[in-house]
């Protein structure tokens, strides 16, 4: 064991939690309830893996944007608008991930060029996008506070199993983790974004344009946190609300804390997210529980993810979670 | 260069402010103090150094350029909100009729004032913990379990006259520092990320409260919905005029007491040595941890004060209800009125008014058929726009410098 890295120890101790945590669920509650659980918690957890493997690959690149959040919120908006307007999930999907492109580019130029403190900025973002969906709802269709779509052709399309439903897009996570992986470790942009983030001084006097690389990082970001959101709105929630994220996306960024920017770890971690998320969910309508959450005990399983954050935040092994430079500016001289 | 820009991210394992390849290569990537940049033609960026130095000595050229430095975004927010409100069919003077509504309104004035306090209160907790490097984001949690405690001394526990609202603000603030303290366990122990533990014991804290107002703390006797308790008669700040209660004294009292804190005692010497540069606090024998720890509990006692003024000084009606509508938002929107007041306890305490205002002017808004969150629009492009004054000041000298070209005296020709 003394010769394995920080990560592989972490990824193995993730492996057995989660094991863990699954084969409790089997004792506790049989067999069927724990694979719908677990569907679930996939489905629940690729609005937080997707955003958290874009800010991998843009935290890599050495900025942090906290307005994932907003990112997600708006993309929703967006995707519900343009499902609406196309008739088709796809293309709705498509312009959500547009949305994110755009305001990330909006946030990267700021960080760069800008010379603006990227926490502020993200602060600000997601005030702005909170304001902006709620205009949205009320602009665009005249409901105050949520938007359900009507047909269900617009959504994106899921089989209707005994375990509860199933779609393709459950595996968006597990391709857009391959894709970073691949692009950060096996292509030549890649290795220019890790040595951006890495060490912004020295990549730059070697001639890379790191504003420019960490721009194209922060906006493959802001895809798949669009994507997210497309996803939250189109497959999970089926319309948009104002508060459509409920904190996803700092969800995604505890993944990304926890992980210290390891794509295995920060996929373990979300996944358990999803699954606390699910056992929420479905502890709501068992049946044994409808006394408790009709007097008011919905508040404390809706606190169950957010809880698990902090405490896998506080049990598991400290090491060093962030590149370096993670937040702090990098500033070409004139 | 305001002082916003100043504190750089408190890391509490010895690498603030220098990465070891930098420092290898022979570059201090400090941001404060000593900041080398990679030299292209033998022009050193603008040192900071200076910066740290002129802030005792506050010329009256150092104001114009704070409040220069606060009037873009300001301005930024307005065109923003004035294009939703144009593009929503309104028009622009409608943003400057609200507003005037709001503050000659007598039930607006008061209702600004009484949301001001609270604001000024969650203000200073975000702006302690700036001094110290720290993002505490933490308030509107911080807030709810001040509430809490609030609501539990103040309406279950009968106490005598004199003592009983005493007890509810000391059993406040004291649920506020005790709520932020995992956070900054969390932060000593495992250098995790502030921001991350705060927006997530926001949460937490939210459901929290929902969870005592509808079961713990119902109202038994209200059967339109659940209501906490009314707060007792005794625990209650007196009313001036509802909605202003004297609670209103505690926006001057408590941002004063912080500008002190900060400014004239050693330990505010050294909350704000450790965010100009937490290396070189350190190595003067300042103990980094215990100050990043004791940051999180001061924030987290004044937030929580905001939580007890938000239940024992709602008038009329003293009590919250299960979806907390009177105490929503004034986390984020004190991050805001922080960066209006450019993180400065007393600067804060006049921007809290004025954000009051814009938070007040929500029914101005909705009474001449505006949506209202363009008071949230005009919030959030303020905060994005204090993000980088870079933009304006390099726009600004481009201005002078297009004009001195054009305008320019003769003889520079």
Redesign the interface.
């Known amino acids: 064991m003394a010769s394995l890295s920080a990560y592989a120890k972490n990824r193995i101790i993730l492996a057995a939690v989660i094991l863990a945590l699954l084969a409790g669920l089997d004792v506790a509650l049989g067999p069927t309830p724990t694979i719908t659980i677990t569907i679930l918690g996939i489905a629940a957890m690729t609005p937080i893996g997707l955003a958290a493997i874009g800010e991998i690959v843009n935290e890599r690149g050495g900025l942090v944007n906290?307005g994932i959040e907003g990112i997600m919120v708006v993309a929703g908006l967006t995707s519900i608008m343009a499902a609406e307007a196309s008739g088709s999930p796809y293309l709705a999907m498509l312009a959500a991930m547009a949305t994110g492109a755009a305001i990330a580019f909006v946030f990267a130029l700021?960080a760069t060029y800008?010379?603006?403190?990227?926490?502020?900025?993200g602060?600000?973002?997601?005030?702005?996008?909170?304001?902006?969906v709620?205009?949205g709802l009320?602009?665009y269709w005249g409901t105050p506070g949520f938007h359900m779509l009507a047909d269900d052709s617009e959504r994106p399309p899921r089989i209707f199993t005994a375990y509860g439903p199933l779609s393709w897009l459950y595996l968006l996570t597990f391709v857009a983790a391959f894709l970073a992986w691949f692009l950060l470790s096996q292509t030549r942009f890649g290795m220019h974004v890790t040595a951006s983030g890495?060490?912004p001084?020295?990549t730059?006097?070697n001639g890379i344009d790191v504003y420019r690389v960490r721009i194209k990082a922060c906006v493959i970001g802001g895809v798949l946190a669009g994507l997210a959101g497309a996803f939250l709105a189109l497959d999970y929630l089926g319309g948009v609300t104002k508060d459509v994220s409920?904190?996803r996306g700092?969800?995604a960024?505890?993944c990304i804390?926890f992980g210290a920017l390891d794509i295995p770890l920060v996929l373990g971690i979300a996944f358990v997210f999803g699954l606390t998320e699910a056992i929420a969910l479905w502890a709501q309508n068992a049946p044994w529980a409808k006394e408790f959450v009709t007097?008011?005990?919905n508040?404390?399983l809706?606190?169950i993810p957010?809880?698990t954050?902090?405490v896998a935040?506080?049990l598991f092994p400290?090491f060093e979670?962030?590149s370096?430079?993670i937040?702090?500016?990098y500033?070409?001289?004139? | 260069m305001g002082h916003q820009e100043d504190a750089g991210h408190l890391r509490l394992d010895g690498r603030n402010g220098a990465s070891r390849q930098a420092v290898a290569a022979g570059r201090g990537t400090g941001r404060i103090g000593a900041r080398c940049s990679i030299r292209r033609g033998g022009q050193l960026r603008r040192d900071r150094v200076h910066h740290s130095a002129m802030s005792a000595t506050h010329s009256r050229g150092d104001w114009l350029h704070e409040a220069s430095l606060v009037a873009a975004p300001l301005l930024l927010g307005f065109a923003a909100a004035a294009a939703v409100i144009v593009v929503n069919g309104g028009s622009i003077g409608m943003l400057f009729t609200a507003f005037y509504n709001t503050v000659t309104n007598r039930n607006g004035l008061l209702q600004t004032v009484a949301s001001g306090t609270a604001l000024a209160l969650t203000a200073q907790c975000f702006i302690i913990g700036f001094r110290c490097g720290v993002f505490n984001i933490g308030a509107e949690g911080a807030l709810f379990a001040g509430a809490i405690a609030a609501i539990q001394v103040g309406a279950f526990w009968p106490l005598p006259q004199g003592i009983h609202l005493a007890a509810v603000m000391l059993a406040a603030m004291l649920a506020g520092a005790a709520w932020l303290y995992p956070v900054a366990l969390l932060k000593t122990y495992r250098n995790v990320n502030e921001i991350v533990t705060t927006i997530m014991m926001n949460f937490i804290g939210r459901y929290l409260l929902a969870f005592f107002v509808m079961w713990v703390f119902r109202d038994t006797k209200v059967d339109t919905g659940a209501f906490s308790v009314p707060i007792r008669p005794t625990g209650r700040f007196p009313v001036i005029a509802s909605p202003l209660t004297w609670a209103c004294l505690l926006a001057v009292v408590v941002p004063v007491v912080a500008y002190v804190l900060l400014w004239h005692t050693r330990f505010g010497a050294h909350i704000r040595a450790t965010g100009y540069n937490a290396d070189a606090a350190r190595g003067a024998g300042i103990d980094v941890r215990r100050l990043g720890a004791m940051v999180f509990l001061a924030g987290g006692a004044a937030a929580g004060l905001a939580g007890c003024v938000l239940t024992a000084g709602l008038s009329p009606t003293f009590k919250v209800g299960e979806d907390l509508s009177a105490l929503r938002n004034f986390g984020l929107l004190g991050i805001s009125v922080a960066m209006i007041g450019r993180n400065h306890p007393l600067g804060a305490m006049l921007a809290s008014f004025f954000v009051a205002a814009v938070r007040t002017s929500r029914f101005q808004f909705q009474k001449m058929g505006v949506a209202p969150e363009v008071t949230e629009i005009f919030i959030g492009v303020v905060i994005f726009a204090f993000a980088f004054p870079y933009v304006f000041q390099s726009a600004a000298t481009w201005i002078k410098a297009i004009r001195r070209s054009r305008w320019g005296s003769e003889e520079h020709g």
């Open positions: 906290i700021i800008g010379r603006g403190s990227q926490i502020i900025a602060l600000g973002l997601n005030l702005v996008a909170l304001g902006v709620a205009l009320l602009d890495n060490n001084f020295v730059d006097a409920q904190g700092f969800m960024l505890a804390v007097a008011g005990g508040s404390f809706l606190m957010y809880l954050v902090i935040l506080a400290g979670r962030l370096r430079m937040g702090e500016n500033w070409r001289s004139q």
